[in-house]
């Protein structure tokens, strides 16, 4: 079975413009959620996706925004991008997401803001 | 909230030894805890996991101790191998909660 996949690996953009990233989870999975991660505050929950519906939001700005379609994949959107927008973007997915199931991780885009 | 802590930030072993990775949380609540290893470049990779009825659990050189009076838990990796070197996190979730909190990780260092 293949794993999470996300595209495109690398980006770079510079201050202002926006971003899309996708996330294609492992099939038959229903839940993606998707997490920065940055050296200095670690993994960071963004939001979570189950059935084309957000069910949970981590504390970050409107700026960042998602969607999951029909077939489970995701994207998430980074509008007005700031240096600070620099990390790497991890999405996982899970079966179910029934608050006891185990996330599997994409291997991340790495997004560099100039 | 949950917070979720590790002892320390960097662990170096040689070839051959045992390691042990801690992660401390704070929610008595907490019923299902993971850990994962991160290679460089690459994203978090499941490792094992356990469940708040159990206190212990073994995978391939691997073994997860939860302890529930004190909400400390521990990777202990047998033999430890230069492919293990990676950075290690314990993640923690509570029943209706569909997102865990992670650690900040301990970078497992290898020496031949």
């Known amino acids: 079975k293949a794993g999470v996949t996300q595209t495109p690996r690398y980006l770079i953009k510079t201050r202002g413009q926006q971003v899309t990233l996708s996330c294609s989870p492992i099939s038959g999975h229903r839940s993606v959620s998707w997490y920065q991660q940055t050296p200095g505050q670690g993994l960071q929950f963004l939001f979570e996706?189950?059935?084309?519906?957000?069910?949970n939001k981590g504390n970050f700005p409107g700026r960042f925004s998602g969607r999951q379609f029909s077939n489970s994949r995701s994207e998430m959107n980074v509008s007005t991008l700031e240096l600070g927008d620099s990390a790497l973007y991890l999405c996982?997915?899970?079966?179910?997401?029934?608050?006891?199931?185990?996330?599997?991780f994409g291997p991340g885009t790495r997004l560099t803001v100039l | 909230g949950e917070s979720v802590g590790l002892h320390l930030p960097t662990l170096s072993v040689q070839e051959g030894d045992n390691s042990i990775i801690n992660c401390a949380y704070s929610n008595s609540a907490s019923d299902y805890f993971i850990w994962y290893k991160q290679e460089s470049g690459k994203g978090p990779q499941f490792i094992i996991d356990?469940?708040?009825?159990?206190d212990k659990r073994q995978g391939q050189r691997v073994t997860v101790l939860l302890n529930k009076t004190v909400k400390h838990l521990s990777l202990q990796i047998a033999a430890t191998q230069p492919g293990d070197s990676a950075v290690y996190f314990c993640a923690v979730s509570s029943g209706g909660s569909y997102i865990p909190t992670f650690g900040r990780g301990t970078s497992l260092i290898v020496h031949p």
């Open positions: 356990i469940r708040s009825n159990m």
């Open positions: 996706y189950f059935s084309e519906t957000q069910r």
């Open positions: 996982a997915s899970s079966l179910e997401a029934t608050g006891v199931d185990t996330q599997y």
